[in-house]
């Protein structure tokens, strides 16, 4: 039986990516794909591979769209400089807004892709390409179009915006996946979640409105909660070790082309 204490570090999702911002093997690749980029089966050029994952133009301009403000505020706060026309390509002390951006979008999407292959090892993602994400996305708003035009109830927005469809398939998906691993994993026993449960409770159980040193919950009113800490804790650190071995390779000709958009 493995240790409860090897199971329980819970990794913050800022706290994983800058930790892993270094690791993994990145390789850059100065050849196209045949002459223009693009494989044969692709929408738009491809600008990296992760585990041989395609990553698509189209989906690391999303990500790199969720990272503008941050780049922006960072060197606002840095070096007090302003957006402009020539901010995203000027060098602030050997720093370049766009370098840095393209940087820490292409950490979040490798994140994000080893989960989805984790997935696809686990029979719960067919086709990890961004092509077939907007197949779905397409269709999901079809949907949903046609149950308002029909006076159906429909859940959530009437039409998914891109990056909201995107986070929202990600973060079921996720959901999904815990429970698939935690199912195929060794039982947990009743005794590891009690040790849990004592190592947590300081933090975690008091009881609500009580300031007095040893007034917990009891572990009978915890317990689930206990259990999903347990399942989160062992999925981080499987993402973690995915992360570290995850081998990234960059075709350079399409991604220093990419800007700001």
């Known amino acids: 039986m493995r240790p409860a204490g090897g199971r329980i570090l819970i990794c913050a999702i800022a706290i994983l990516v800058s930790a892993i911002a270094c ?62 026309s020539t901010f995203w390509t000027t060098s602030f002390q050997g720093e370049v807004p766009i370098i840095k951006a ?37 269709k999901e708003n079809q949907r949903r179009q046609e ?42 026993s009743e005794q590891e979640l009690i040790n849990l449960y004592e190592q947590l409770k300081g933090k975690l159980y008091q009881q609500p409105g009580e300031r007095k040193a040893g007034s917990y919950m009891l572990y009978s009113e915890v317990k689930d909660s206990v259990k999903q800490r347990l399942i989160d804790a062992n999925y981080d650190a499987k993402v973690k070790q995915e992360l570290e071995a995850a081998k990234v390779v960059v075709m350079e000709s399409i991604y220093e082309q990419i800007q700001m958009q």
């Open 23 to 84: 690791t993994g093997y990145i390789s850059w690749h100065h050849t196209e794909l045949g002459n223009s980029g693009h494989s044969s089966n692709l929408s738009s050029p491809t600008v990296a591979y992760i585990n041989g994952a395609v990553i698509e133009e189209r989906e690391f301009n999303l990500f790199l769209s969720q990272v503008k403000a941050q780049v922006t505020s960072y060197f606002k706060q840095k070096f007090d400089a302003d957006d402009s």
């Open 147 to 188: 149950a308002v035009a029909n006076n159906r109830v429909i859940y959530g927005p009437r039409q998914y915006e891109e990056w909201g469809y995107y986070t929202y398939v990600q973060s079921t998906m996720v959901i999904q996946l815990k429970a698939v691993m935690s199912e195929r994993e060794e039982a947990v």
């Open 102 to 138: 393209k940087q820490l979008a292409m950490e979040q999407i490798k994140q994000v892709k080893v989960q989805q292959l984790l997935a696809q090892q686990f029979g719960l993602l067919e086709d990890t390409s961004y092509s077939s994400f907007l197949d779905k996305w397409a």
